[in-house]
């Protein structure tokens, strides 16, 4: 069994800053490609930043030069810093990774999302 808890959302006004953290805990034998994507109300769900084990980052459009992704192997930990936040960011953030857990299963595990508002 593999969880992964969000924390770190909440309510920012535009121009403001969050950082949203997430722990991967249980079964691990390792974990590849992590990520954060949000959901906006009505909307599928779309990627905003993606971190591989080697630490290559891609980001959405949207957010490049805003976002920055990091992860902490040791804590089986990612993490998003968004700077200069628009309404338009408002959503709920879910963390996601790729993890093995022995030498012949794994799978694409998600956390419960975290809230994050934008608003004056």
């Known amino acids: 069994q593999v969880q992964l808890v969000e924390s770190g959302g909440g309510l920012v006004q535009p121009g403001g800053s969050l950082r949203l953290s997430c722990v991967v805990s249980g079964r691990i034998l390792s974990i590849t490609d992590m990520g954060w994507y949000r959901q906006h109300p009505g909307k599928e769900r779309e990627l905003v930043a993606k971190?591989?084990?080697?630490?290559?980052?891609d980001f959405a459009e949207s957010v490049k030069g805003r976002f920055a992704i990091s992860r902490d192997n040791a804590k089986n930990s990612i993490y998003l810093l968004m700077n200069s936040l628009k309404p338009e960011d408002t959503a709920v953030y879910y963390c996601h990774a790729l993890v093995r857990t022995s030498e012949t299963t794994g799978g694409f595990y998600w956390g419960q999302g975290t809230q994050v508002t934008v608003s004056s």
């Open positions: 971190i591989s084990s080697g630490s290559i980052t």
